[in-house]
């Protein structure tokens, strides 16, 4: 009887290396320019109107450069879209904190205290605001007093009610009082970034809106 043999099989183990880094997510279009104008604000707070770049969003992102010019293709469109997200969110600011119908004292306490919580909540919209506000040799500074006067607007609608209620004098110079009054919320925003307390914070505030909506005392 023969015995015939089986030949031997060998089988090599195979080594299969599988990432575990997820695919990259392709965002919509109106998602990633969201996402990056997000990025060109916070760049833009770091470094200054007049310094932040593409390149410096894109890192910010995690993108490439051409990504970012896919939706702002030039430094001016940048600045543009940047400069639009701040008026946009102090015009909401202070449509929300300037309703009508409110005493004036009720309505310039919340916008006074906005401007404090913000300049912690969102801190790069309140830094961007601050440097536009001093650039008064660049070109976006004309664009910047537009946005002055609605703001200047709105707070003297507020002050002409106060005029019309009897809570602010007659003769008051409701267009010196708006202006300082806006100029105060630089300062309770600089107030903020530079450490003071709460306390400090809450009584520059209030000690600013008696003084646009107290009566002058009588001269000696």
Do not use: N
């Amino acid at each position: 009887m023969l015995l015939v043999s089986k030949p031997s099989i060998t089988v090599s183990a195979v080594s299969i290396t599988i990432s575990s880094a997820p695919p990259r997510t392709r965002l919509a279009p109106q998602v990633r320019r969201a996402q990056l104008l997000d990025c060109a604000v916070a760049v833009f707070a770091e470094h200054g109107i007049a310094r932040a770049t593409h390149s410096q969003v894109a890192a910010r992102a995690g993108v490439s450069m051409a990504a970012v010019h896919v939706y702002f293709r030039a430094r001016a469109d940048l600045v543009d879209a940047v400069l639009a997200e701040v008026e946009a969110y102090l015009l909401a600011m202070t449509a929300e904190t300037l309703r009508p119908g409110q005493p004036p004292q009720t309505a310039l306490l919340a916008l006074g205290r906005r401007f404090a919580a913000d300049a912690r909540l969102r801190p790069a919209l309140i830094r961007v605001w601050l440097d536009w506000s001093t650039g008064v040799r660049d070109g976006v500074w004309p664009r910047y007093l537009a946005l002055l006067d609605q703001l200047h607007a709105r707070t003297r609608a507020v002050l002409r009610a106060g005029q019309a209620s009897g809570d602010i004098p007659a003769g008051a110079d409701i267009t010196a009082a708006a202006r300082l009054f806006i100029g105060g919320g630089h300062t309770v925003a600089l107030m903020q970034f530079a450490g003071a307390s709460p306390a400090e914070v809450e009584a520059t505030i209030v000690l600013l809106v008696r003084g646009l909506v107290s009566r002058p005392a009588a001269p000696v």
